[in-house]
């Protein structure tokens, strides 16, 4: 009965594929979020949904491309994957764009492109 | 651009004892702030908050204290417990802004001590 879940947890591929992460929540909540956590540990939004509708879409490259089919899953695809992107990925949710300050998180994906 | 900074990268403490975590930010157009806890292969958990027409919140063994002033919040957290050791990071926002986007500083590790 995990709250926000996401697939893989751990995702090794080699530079110019193409794959992707999958996040659901079964909150019932309205807004999801995906966030990149660098080798600094920065953690940054990349975007947001708000019952389907694309809220924020930070400086990301178009290679990131977000899709939500429904209000309970928001899911990342990466083209042609660059060796920047490894990272660690978190999906996010909160009940709405009010309450966006509490914000679950899923237990992340890492990215390892070699 | 850092607009929210966590200057210690980590910090120990003895059980029982208080563990102060600092966290300061730039940016005059954050209103609101909230600590997020974060343990090893999971997602971070909200914490705590404060509004910025406040100068404390607490909420059991956690207190958020917020200095507009000097652009700097603190959590203390009283007595520590092991339980307690894990990655916290600060974040803010400009609450009731066109996206209420999070903004994370890089997180401190607390490690308390039995």
């Known amino acids: 009965d995990t709250a926000v879940s996401q697939t893989p947890k751990y995702l090794v591929t080699q530079m110019g594929n193409d794959k992707s992460i999958k996040c659901e929540q079964n909150?019932?909540?309205?807004?999801m979020y995906w966030y990149k956590q660098d080798s600094k540990k920065f953690l940054k939004i990349m975007f947001s949904?708000?019952?389907?509708?694309?809220?924020i879409n930070e400086t990301v490259p178009n290679r990131f491309s977000p899709k939500s089919p429904d209000k309970a899953h928001l899911n990342l695809h990466i083209n042609s994957l660059e060796l920047g992107d490894s990272a660690v990925y978190f999906c996010?949710?909160?009940?709405?764009?009010?309450?966006?300050?509490?914000?679950?998180f899923g237990p992340g994906t890492r990215l390892t492109v070699t | 651009d850092q607009q929210v900074k966590q200057n210690s990268p980590s910090l120990s403490v003895q059980e029982g004892r208080i563990s102060i975590l600092n966290c300061d930010y730039t940016?005059?157009?954050?209103?609101?702030f909230l600590w997020y806890k974060k343990y090893p292969a999971e997602g971070p958990t909200f914490l705590i908050s404060i509004s910025s027409i406040k100068d404390k919140n607490e909420d059991g063994r956690f207190t958020v204290f917020l200095n507009k002033s000097a652009k700097h919040l603190s959590l203390h957290i009283v007595p520590s417990q092991p339980g307690d050791s894990a990655v916290y990071f600060c974040?803010?926002?400009?609450?009731?802004?066109?996206?209420?986007?999070?903004?994370f500083g890089t997180g401190t590790l607390l490690a308390v001590q039995p």
């Open positions: 974040a803010a926002m400009n609450y009731g802004g066109a996206t209420n986007k999070l903004i």
């Open positions: 996010a949710s909160s009940q709405d764009l009010i309450t966006s300050y509490e914000q679950y």
């Open positions: 909150l019932g909540h309205d807004t």
């Open positions: 940016n005059s157009m954050f209103d609101y």
């Open positions: 949904y708000n019952n389907k509708e694309l809220i």
